[in-house]
T-cell receptor, first 117, second 116 residues
């Protein structure tokens, strides 16, 4: 079945630094990737949608200059949290799908717990 | 705009008892509906999904869900819960817009507690 690998699973960084999170589709070509954010004990909120080779489409209220998304290949998308602050601490989850996937073929990564100190 | 409502934040059920988790959705086009389960600190596991056809959908771990268009609902059920079912359950809706597949909109989740 389709597998998405997300790395790192946990990261702690100092305030003001940048952190990169990788999302890889291991056995399929991910035409579209989605990034979600989940605050403790809350739901997942869609941050942005990225299509390979195109600029990401950000949801309302998400700062594109703070959350840089790159989808340079069909198997890799990265989310970079720039100049991280404690309020950016959250659980970030990616999801990927291929155009050829059956309806609703979204595959989720295992998530990245970001803690900014 | 699409939305998902899970009216129950917490549900407590005795082991062996039946379970129903409620989900109502709002979506402007043909909805694709999902139920996911999440254990603490973990990612999401897909339980089942509905796109079309038979409105009663069977999933993994003995779960099923019924799509009722007239009620805009997609409730999750299980006839007999096990202690290992304790987790957070999310209902989600998605679909396709002109630009391709939409990202999913999730409900706030229902925390399931199993009593021995």
């Amino acid at each position: 079945g389709a597998v998405v690998s997300q790395h790192p699973s946990r990261v702690i960084c100092k305030s003001g630094t940048s952190v990169k999170i990788e999302c890889r589709s291991l056995d399929f070509q991910a035409t579209t990737m989605f990034w979600y954010r989940q605050f403790p004990k809350q739901s997942l909120m869609l941050m942005a949608t990225s299509n390979e080779g195109s600029k990401a489409t950000y949801e309302q209220g998400v700062e594109k200059d703070k959350f840089l998304i790159n989808h340079a290949s069909l198997t890799l998308s990265t989310l970079t949290v720039t100049s991280a602050h404690p309020e950016d601490s959250s659980f970030y989850i990616c999801s990927a799908r291929a155009d050829s996937a059956p309806m609703g073929g979204y595959t989720f990564g295992s998530g990245t717990r970001l803690t900014v100190v | 705009a699409q939305s998902v409502t899970q009216p129950d934040i917490h549900i407590t059920v005795s082991e062996g008892a039946s379970l129903e988790l409620r989900c109502n959705y709002s979506y402007g086009a043909t909805p694709y509906l999902f139920w996911y389960v999440q254990s603490p600190g973990q990612g999401l596991q897909l339980l089942l999904k509905y796109f079309s056809g038979d409105t009663l959908v069977q999933g993994i771990k003995g779960f099923e869900a019924e799509f009722k268009r007239s009620q805009s609902s997609f409730n999750l059920r299980k006839p007999s819960v096990h202690w290992s079912d304790a987790a957070e359950y999310f209902c989600a809706v998605g679909g396709y817009s002109g630009g391709g597949a939409d990202g999913l909109t999730f409900g706030k989740g229902t925390h399931l507690i199993i009593q021995p």
